[in-house]
């Protein structure tokens, strides 16, 4: 059965500086991969969509990267502002194009000014 | 576009009682699915479609009923209402090969 992981929980850095958020699935058979911003209260929003047949993705300050084999992504935020305080989740489909994603529990960070 | 709307935002039901939790989206995209978000517990999938007419089951379907007569519309049945059941519901849609995207999701509470 797939499980999605990502640790930590929780992250809190000073502004401006440079993070990498961490997500990690045990099977390497996935069809893509998302990563979602969640703000309190909120819904979803999607940051970054990564193919299966893709390495990384880049949107603003933000870039993800796949790697199939060893059954990781990450999320890499440049130049973190307090805005950027949210909780960051990660799913993922399986192997096939259903639609149904798998989640992580998300790692909630804080940005201090 | 309005994306993919939710209603209502928010629902107070008693133990018992039977409610359709609303999901539209605008997009012509063939899959939808249904989430519900616990503390400690992530996103779960309830319920989800591929297309008009076609439905399955999730990770959590006791409770719940699904059924998807049109493309656009995407309706989740609760048939008894159970405290279990108190939780924070998203839907999506999807091409499937591209993006999800979520609703302003609805908070239910089951007293």
């Known amino acids: 059965k797939q499980e999605v992981t990502q640790i930590p929980a929780a992250l809190s850095v000073p502004e401006g500086e440079n993070l990498v958020l961490n997500c990690s699935f045990t099977?390497?058979?996935?069809?893509?991969l998302q990563w979602f911003r969640q703000d309190p209260g909120k819904g979803l929003t999607s940051l970054l969509l990564i193919q299966s047949s893709q390495r990384e993705q880049t949107s603003g300050r933000l870039n993800a990267s796949l790697d199939k084999s060893s059954g990781r992504s990450t999320l890499y935020i440049a130049a973190s502002q307090p805005g950027d305080s949210a909780t960051y989740l990660c799913?993922?489909?399986?192997?096939?194009?259903?639609?149904?994603?798998?989640f992580g529990q998300g790692t909630t960070l804080q940005v201090k000014p | 576009n309005a994306g993919v709307t939710q209603t209502p935002k928010f629902q107070v039901l008693k133990t018992g009682q039977s409610m359709t939790l609303q999901c539209a989206q605008d997009m012509n995209h063939e899959y939808m699915s249904w989430y519900r978000q616990d503390p400690g517990m992530g996103l779960r999938l309830i319920h989800y479609s591929v297309g008009a007419g076609i439905t399955d089951q999730g990770e959590v379907p006791n409770g719940y009923n699904v059924s998807r007569s049109t493309t656009e519309d995407f309706p989740l049945r609760l048939l008894s209402a159970a405290p279990s059941q108190t939780s924070v519901y998203f839907c999506?849609?999807?091409?499937?090969?591209?993006?999800?995207?979520f609703g302003p999701g609805t908070r239910l509470t089951v007293l």
């Open positions: 999506a849609s999807s091409t499937g090969y591209n993006e999800q995207f």
């Open positions: 799913a993922l489909q399986g192997s096939s194009n259903t639609g149904k994603l798998i």
């Open positions: 099977d390497s058979a996935i069809y893509n």
